[in-house]
């Protein structure tokens, strides 16, 4: 009977546990879930016997992969893989995937959620502004930005995205504008919503060149990694461009600073929780686990990213 373990340092919703269960125990799997852990030993630990691994922004490290003997294949519930290491997976002929799309109108959500709470100045009773008549421009057009355009339209906001890897038909088929060079984008819109994974090429690529490219009021908001942006140059950016505001899920390393220096001009989720909705831990949890079962019953590696 195979083994499943679900590792998650940020637990699903219990709704998603029980569908989870039920989806394995309807196949007749076995499964242990480890959530809340203190650190790699613990899962390094609970990895040792299992066939199959249901993630979330937990760390597959080579450490972790070292120590999994039986492991076939790892799924990260969620859209954003880099937190495993696919070399080391690789390399043992273990199979990673994602479940892309399955929790993407939960971060969308979330980006508009911040954006009105920063538009009506985090509630605190003065005149704020309106996202109607506003322009958004969406920096990468996969699941989580086609979402966010949707949403976008149903508040009266003009959008607009950046995604070289998208056909531009295909962009343009939702009567969102299309731009061929990012930085004209920037230069457009009121706000800037980032959709780009982390990789060795994004890390840090949202920097003080590109940011100088918006307007002096401008919004940027960050529900993608914290390792896109160039942290050293958001503080510059802050100062030079004293309208600039920014709002992440989740905070720069650097927020202490940016709290005593620029009061009102940002906000940061204390936790990653863009996907923290019951919703989406149903549909990534239980996506992940009939991946699982699909894998290992039929050896069917639809969205494999390794
Ligand atoms: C993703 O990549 O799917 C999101 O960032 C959600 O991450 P989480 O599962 O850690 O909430």
Redesign the pocket.
Known sequence: MPKVLIA???PFAKAAVDQIKSVFDKAGYEYLFLEKYNGESELIEAVKDVDAMI????KVTPAVIDAAGNLKIVV????????VNLEAATAKGITVM??PG???N??AELVMGMMVFQARNHFNGTSGSELKGKKIGIHAYGNVGKNVARIAKGFGMEVAAFDPFVPKETIEADGVQVFDKVEDMYADCDYVSLHI?ANQHTIKSINRELLLYMKDNAVLIN???KEVINEDDLIKVFEEKTGFQYLA?VAPDNKAEIAEKFEGRFFFTPK?????TSE??IN?GKAAANQIIGFIEKGDTTFKVN
Do not use: C, L, W
């Open positions: 998650t340092v940020k993630i979330r922004s937990d990260r519930a969620g859209a954003g893989y880099d937190n994602n479940t399955q929790n993407s939960a971060v994974p529900t993608a990694r899920d990653k929780m863009g996907a923290q989406a831990n990534a």
